[in-house]
């Protein structure tokens, strides 16, 4: 199974900049579809954006043309790049791998991002 590691959160002001990575050990990379969710106060866990092992791409549409998902197959990691940011963004994000053929799902342990003046 894999595990996942998140880092690059913190406090922020409204219009900054933030790139969240996410490091994967235990398992082959390539075999898991990667995500980003955010879990907002007193809200539901939301998908925020998805890439597959070969690069495709989807996005919320409350973060299209703000928020870039990349990977990095060679070195196991997938990050978030959020630009423009807003209060709204205000969430705890989770790093997500969906095993390619048995559909399980694995969890970080969550990243606080704050957009606050």
């Known amino acids: 199974q894999v595990q996942l590691l998140e880092s690059g959160g913190g406090l922020v002001q409204p219009g900054g900049s933030l790139r969240l990575s996410c490091a994967a050990s235990?398992?082959?990379?390539?075999?898991?579809?990667m995500a980003w969710y955010r879990q907002a106060p007193g809200k539901q866990r939301e998908l925020v954006a998805t890439i597959t092992s070969s690069g495709r791409k989807t996005y919320v549409d409350a973060v299209k043309g703000r928020f870039t998902i990349s990977r990095d197959n060679a070195n196991n990691t997938v990050a978030l790049q959020m630009n423009s940011l807003k209060p709204e963004d205000t969430a705890v994000y989770y790093c997500n791998a969906q095993h390619m053929i048995t559909k399980r799902l694995y969890w970080g342990q969550g990243t606080q991002v704050t957009v606050s003046s």
């Open positions: 235990g398992s082959l990379f390539t075999i898991y579809n």
